[in-house]
């Protein structure tokens, strides 16, 4: 029996016009976010400081929700801009040696990419696990992790083809080595269950504006408590310090938590929608928003496999995710993909396939209708 999803489509307008698959590239807002914000641009307009105090005021409470979202405390929580803020905090806050080494995916987003390479300025060894030929599985990681690795940082979920690492497995191997373990979390924190807890993370960070449907411009950084003093604050700011407003008190030091990594004012407004979506998000079981986006993407692949296309996304128990990549035989996926979206169906399209990213208020009967979109779409075009 086809049931409900368990987010209400009522909370999202986009599904007044289009059928929104690309929450892997920029999310919808909620409603309620949408209400939240306009109504603190009219405060923000209508009377400046006294306007905007008020959500300034709740910045603790926005971490506390986060911190609740993925199983931390409030004070391991560091508001940022974005992905890559918050793997540089850790990057650039290390006492790196020369010779130590870090472990990375050679398909990781740019985010989880360039903050390590520039450690080898440093004189940090940077390895990469060659991925997707070798996946990094406990076994592999564990043969490719030596007496200098320090650090492992992997994406939770691959950004290309959806593949979903077992964290708490690799946790495991990386602290038994001695290393640290990051995670990139953006491509599946919203969408499935996270616990940084039970999955042994010592570190996350994700942005807000694809599963956490939030604005561009506002990430969430998790480290945990006994590293925070471990870590060279690189780029402090006037809100990195114990007490904010005694401005004057240069040798004050820094904040005793996590906040002394937000550097300079917070993008409140960001914070704000990210407040709001957790929300929206928080209220839904979490195994419920996983069990559904995961049967709405083994819907799909069941679908396009009978008709004839190519999965590129491995999918099985743990390594499932909201992600698939497929092709058609002899079509450009490019061209598919453009006419996909001129039917109303909303992907990323590459060279290498269409990415279908749908979230817990897309439907079964949203899924059968693409199916059939891309049979019909890829009857109209020429072959390769």
């Not at 698959?21 to 807002?29: D, P, R």
């Not at 408590?225 to 402090?236: N, W």
């Not at 929206?280 to 049967?295: F, I, K, N, T, W």
Request: glycine share 8%; aromatic share 8%; charged share 20%.
């Amino acid at each position: 029996m086809i049931q409900s999803p368990p987010l209400p489509r009522e909370e999202f307008s986009v599904n007044e016009n289009l059928t929104y698959f690309n929450h892997a590239a920029v999310g919808i807002l909620p409603r309620r976010s949408v209400t939240a914000l306009t109504e603190f641009l009219t405060q923000h307009a209508e009377h400046g400081v006294l306007g905007t105090w008020r959500y300034e005021a709740q910045l603790p409470k926005y971490r506390e929700a986060i911190a609740r979202f993925i199983g931390a405390t409030a004070s391991e929580i560091a508001l940022l801009r974005n992905t890559g803020d918050g793997a540089n905090a850790i990057a650039q806050g290390l006492d790196w040696r020369k010779g130590d080494e870090i472990l990375i995916n050679d398909h990781e987003f740019p985010a989880n990419a360039y903050p390590w390479l520039a450690t080898r300025a440093a004189g940090v060894n940077v390895r990469f696990v060659r991925n997707p030929g070798e996946r990094m599985t406990p076994d592999v990681l564990r043969r490719h992790m030596s007496p200098r690795t320090r650090l492992v940082s992997i994406s939770w979920v691959m950004f290309d083809d959806g593949y979903r690492h077992d964290l708490a497995a690799l946790a495991e191997v990386a602290h038994a080595g001695g290393a640290m373990f990051c995670v990139d979390a953006i491509q599946g924190l919203g969408a499935l269950q996270f616990d940084v807890a039970r999955f042994g993370v010592d570190a996350a960070y994700a942005g807000g504006a694809k599963w956490l449907m939030s604005l561009q411009g506002v990430s969430f950084l998790y480290v945990r408590a006994g590293l925070i003093d471990r870590l060279r604050l690189a780029a402090p700011g006037w809100r990195s310090a114990r007490d904010i407003w005694n401005f004057l008190d240069y040798d004050q030091g820094y904040a005793p938590d996590a906040t002394r990594f937000e550097g300079g004012t917070a993008n409140i407004l960001g914070a704000l929608s990210l407040d709001r979506a957790i929300d929206l998000l928080a209220s839904v079981a979490p195994d419920e928003l996983e069990g559904h986006v995961l049967s709405l993407t083994d819907r799909l692949c069941e679908k396009l496999e009978r008709i004839g296309a190519t999965i590129h996304s491995d999918r099985g128990p743990c390594v499932s995710s909201a992600i698939v990549l497929f092709s058609i035989p002899n079509r450009d996926s490019v061209a598919l993909g453009r006419e996909l979206q001129r039917r109303g169906f909303v992907t990323t399209y590459r060279e290498n396939g269409v990415r279908v990213a749908p979230h817990g208020y897309n439907t079964a009967e949203e899924i059968d209708a693409f199916a059939v979109a891309v049979e019909e779409a890829a009857g109209t075009l020429v072959s390769k």
